[in-house]
């Protein structure tokens, strides 16, 4: 699934508007008949251009958008389609990880960030949550052929067997040890701030962890030869900061950064680009959550 363009006749959703709620988003390839039909379909969706995605409020959004999505794969071009059966049957994708559907290919892997990341650029790619699986149209082969290889190699060394083998490989290495080390730091959630640039508390800011929200500022002093393997650069001039994880709340109404940070930044202001995987995880988080509650 690819970004859409915003049509110039569309409301972008300002911050304030921007709040958590029930629904779902999605984007498509833009066309005006493409928006006309979706509009007709959802005339209380709304589009953001900080997103870069139409936003459809509702319970059961996924589930409409889901719906609507594959009667637009079944009305797109025959020919499209037709084209790209007849690529994989000329040159086919022989692997464990795929599957000839009815309308396209089924794509079942180990989780992985780069599967998913290669997925999202393959266009009219969707995800199942019910059947855990990605759709594929035939009309996007040649896409998905070209970023197979790099989807089965991360598909294969995601596997439960393949992870055990590596980590029986490290057992006893230098390699573990430090691997151990850096985990037990990151657990105390701490962080070195400089002490001439301390980041706003109750706040999201970014991190060489992700996005964080900074509760407390000790006056303690870091030792940077304790800690230096873990914070590269780290002086005496730093003080701990303690983190937590944000919600999703906060990450909506925090408003991204225009410019990357500096390369000696010790924290610095989110960017829309930082700012979209971590609503993504944010969201699974509290979604977990509820479920874990029922």
């Known amino acids: 699934m ?21 629904g779902a988003e999605v984007s498509f390839p833009y066309d005006r008949m493409t928006v006309e039909q ?4 959802f005339p209380r969706a709304r589009w953001s251009d900080v997103r870069k995605a139409w936003f459809v409020p509702g319970r059961t959004a996924s589930r409409r958008i889901g719906r609507w999505l594959a009667e637009l794969e079944a009305d797109a071009d025959a020919h499209a389609d037709a084209k790209g059966r007849d690529a994989f049957a000329f040159d086919p994708i022989d692997s464990p990880y795929l599957e000839l559907g009815k309308a396209g290919f089924r794509i079942r892997t180990p989780y992985s960030k780069t599967v998913v990341d290669a997925l999202r650029e393959v266009p009219f790619s969707r995800w199942d949550d019910d059947l855990r699986i990605w759709h594929v149209p035939f009309r996007s082969y040649e896409e998905l052929r070209r970023r197979w290889p790099d989807i089965e190699a991360a598909a294969h060394r995601n596997e439960p067997e393949e992870r055990r083998r590596r980590a029986d490989e490290r057992k006893g290495t230098e390699r573990e ?11 105390r959630r701490r962080y070195p701030l400089p002490t ?56 909506v109404r925090t408003w991204p950064a225009k410019a990357p940070p500096r390369r000696d930044a010790g924290w610095w202001h989110p960017t829309i680009e930082e700012l979209r995987p971590a609503r993504r995880a944010a969201r699974s988080r509290e979604a977990r959550k509820q479920a874990q509650t029922r």
């Open 177 to 187: 040890m430090r691997s151990r080390l850096r985990a037990a730091e990151r657990k």
């Open 196 to 251: 001439d640039d301390l980041p706003p508390i109750g706040r999201p800011v970014a991190t060489s962890y992700g996005i964080v929200v900074f509760t407390y500022i000790t006056s303690e002093l870091v030792d940077p030869g304790r800690v230096v393997d873990f914070y590269p650069g780290v002086t005496e001039d730093y003080l701990w900061g303690y983190w937590r994880m944000p919600t999703l709340e906060e990450l």
């Open 38 to 41: 979706f509009r007709n379909r």
């Open 2 to 22: 690819i970004e859409t363009k915003s049509p110039a006749d569309q409301d972008e959703i300002s911050p304030r508007d921007d709040e958590p709620k029930p």
